[in-house]
């Protein structure tokens, strides 16, 4: 796959980004320069090493509508369901970078600020509407739009209600005017949505649903609270699982201790604000520093010097390399096959039914995290894509042949490209099949049987392959 970027354009758009910082920023930490986003393939492609360009994809700003192949299908095929995994917007950090200034960041929506969308007014007035909302506890208490002149820690901005307000309205465009997925008269029934207990995942749903279905009837809406970001349900415990997450982490711990340049930044940086090396890195500072990045404030600075982009390019550096090797080592792929199942297996059996023609749960929606999404695409083979970026999309279509009513078919899409066939479960069908998607019935022998072959060992189901011996 290729990048949707002109080899001049990137290269303007890189050298602006780093003299972006520590140029002072604009009120509300906007910048007064508007930043076009760069589009590339974000599916299955070599590992690119331009650690600014990386973190520009992951800001992910939002500027004109974005090319993407959802509903793409040949006129005789039928869209039957829709299943959306999204990562929440753009928030504010969860860690701070000790003795430093919190980023001033704005977390009131205001209409006339960048970033803008049309919608974003009656999406305030809508949520204002919303206090009497019926939404599974804990969910009932957390609030439906951000509103603080200060960002508090983890709380989604603007910028992130706007991107999922494009998101919905980019897949009512595709579903509901050109597929008519809904009826007009779409009841609460036909909708399935759930979050974690997280406010900005709560809210990035309600963003996406009104972007999805503007104006909506607060009666016909109903969130499910679901405890873990793996969205385990009732499935969560899982020795096994745990043990590859530990094994996981261990490498991670490996390849940092190798890594002398970023150890020797971290030192760098702990003099700056006057910590020690490990407290500053158990500060995850590059969760803060992406905050600065993305929302064009400058890093901070002491009477000791300045963090600066220097420090930023070796950290997200390490970002790109650790993600590399993740894949090489493969112990993140047996923690995601196991940790993706449950949610898997619960797609797989909502589309089943659908095929039965159940009217239910036509379209369903997992507002979630990072953590969610990515062993999700790791499960599913796709091991090259790119780290879940604020407001990243992952969506399975259900299709049926009417020519072929009993057929049903399958497309994957992760923010806008089709990457059904790069899947470990469909990456050869289409040599033998003229069809543009893949047989639903590939994706349920993958999470029946497949995922726990990938694993090794005898195990034939979830409980045997979590709970096996001698691993």
């Not at 873990?228 to 590859?244: D, K, M, T």
């Not at 604000?273 to 600075?301: E, G, W």
């Not at 010097?305 to 420090?311: A, F, L, N, R, T």
Request: a positive charge; hydrophobic letters at 35%.
């Amino acid at each position: 796959m290729r990048y949707f970027i002109k080899s001049m354009e990137r290269s303007v758009w890189l050298s602006s980004a780093v003299h972006l910082i520590p140029v002072s920023a604009a009120k509300n930490g906007v910048s007064s320069k508007s930043r076009k986003r760069i589009l590339p393939d974000p599916a299955t492609e070599p590992p690119v090493t331009d650690p600014i360009y990386e973190a520009l994809l992951y800001c992910n700003i939002p500027s004109v509508a974005e090319h993407s192949m959802e509903g793409h299908a040949p006129h005789h095929f039928k869209l039957v369901s829709v299943h959306v995994f999204i990562r929440h917007g753009d928030r504010y950090p969860l860690y701070v970078i000790p003795k430093t200034k919190r980023p001033e960041i704005d977390c009131t929506l205001v209409a006339n600020r960048k970033p803008y969308h049309p919608k974003l007014e009656a999406f305030v007035n809508h949520m204002s509407k919303g206090s009497g909302a019926s939404f599974e506890s804990p969910l009932n208490s957390l609030p439906l739009y951000p509103n603080h002149p200060l960002c508090e820690m983890g709380e989604l901005t603007q910028t992130g209600v706007v991107q999922h307000l494009q998101n919905g309205q980019l897949l009512r465009d595709i579903y509901l005017k050109k597929h008519k997925l809904l009826p007009t008269d779409w009841s609460a029934d036909q909708l399935y949505l759930e979050t974690t207990g997280k406010s900005r995942t709560l809210q990035s749903g309600l963003a996406l649903l009104y972007g999805f279905l503007p104006d909506f009837d607060w009666k016909k809406i109903y969130f499910r609270h679901q405890p873990s970001a793996l969205f385990c349900s009732g499935s969560c415990y899982c020795p096994v699982r745990n043990q590859y997450l530990e094994k996981e982490q261990r490498r991670q711990y490996l390849l940092r201790l190798k890594n002398n340049q970023l150890e020797k930044t971290y030192g760098e940086m702990a003099k700056i604000v006057d910590i020690p090396t490990k407290q500053l890195r158990a500060a995850n500072p590059i969760d803060s520093m992406l905050c600065h990045f993305c929302h064009n404030v400058s890093f901070p600075c002491t009477r000791n010097g300045c963090v600066d982009m220097e420090h930023f390019k070796v950290i997200k550096t390490h970002q790109i390399e650790d993600e590399k090797e993740r894949r090489e080592k493969k112990l993140y792929l047996g923690y995601s096959l196991l940790g993706a199942h449950p949610i898997l297996n619960q797609t797989i059996s909502r589309m089943q039914r659908a095929t039965e023609g159940r009217k239910e749960e036509l379209f369903a929606l997992y507002s979630a995290h990072d953590v969610t999404l990515s062993p999700v695409l790791s499960a599913l083979g796709l091991s090259e894509a790119r780290f879940p970026r604020f407001a990243a999309r992952l969506i399975f279509e259900l299709w049926q042949d009417r020519e072929k009513p009993s057929e049903h078919s399958v497309r994957i899409l992760y923010n806008g490209v089709d990457v059904t066939f790069h899947t470990s479960f469909c990456q050869d069908h289409h040599k033998r099949s003229p069809k543009p998607m893949c047989p639903l019935e590939n994706l349920v022998h993958f999470v029946k049987r497949d995922m726990f072959v990938a694993l090794g060992g005898s195990s034939t189901n979830y409980y045997d392959a979590c709970h096996r011996e001698g691993f």
